[in-house]
């Protein structure tokens, strides 16, 4: 399942990014990252999530990936990491945690 489905399918609305920094200094209801270890680009996922907990600490991150297993110490604070397949359950009940609310 892909995961702008799973996010729309726990009732929260979405936004594709091939680069989260425009849409990120831009907007200011985004409250989650959920991004992919491996991504084309010259930043993989962890640095992405570096770099979003070092300029937007509020912003809750979620991991993913099929293939690598970060190591604890790269992942920032408070970042959630899951192994592919996804349980769109798990991952809607983990959004809710790190959001904080109920989807409107």
Known sequence: MRAVDMVEDAGYS???????????ESRSDIELVF?????PGSMDGVKLAQTVHRRWPSIGIILVSGQLKPES?????????????????????????MVGRNPQ
Not at 14 to 24: N, R
Not at 77 to 87: C, I, M, N, V
């Open 14 to 24: 979405s936004v594709e990014a091939v680069d989260a920094d425009p849409i990120l």
């Open 73 to 97: 110490i790269d992942i920032p604070a408070d970042s959630r990491f899951f192994g592919k397949p996804l349980e769109a359950n798990e991952m809607a009940a983990e959004m809710r945690t």
């Open 35 to 39: 991004t992919d270890i491996q991504m």
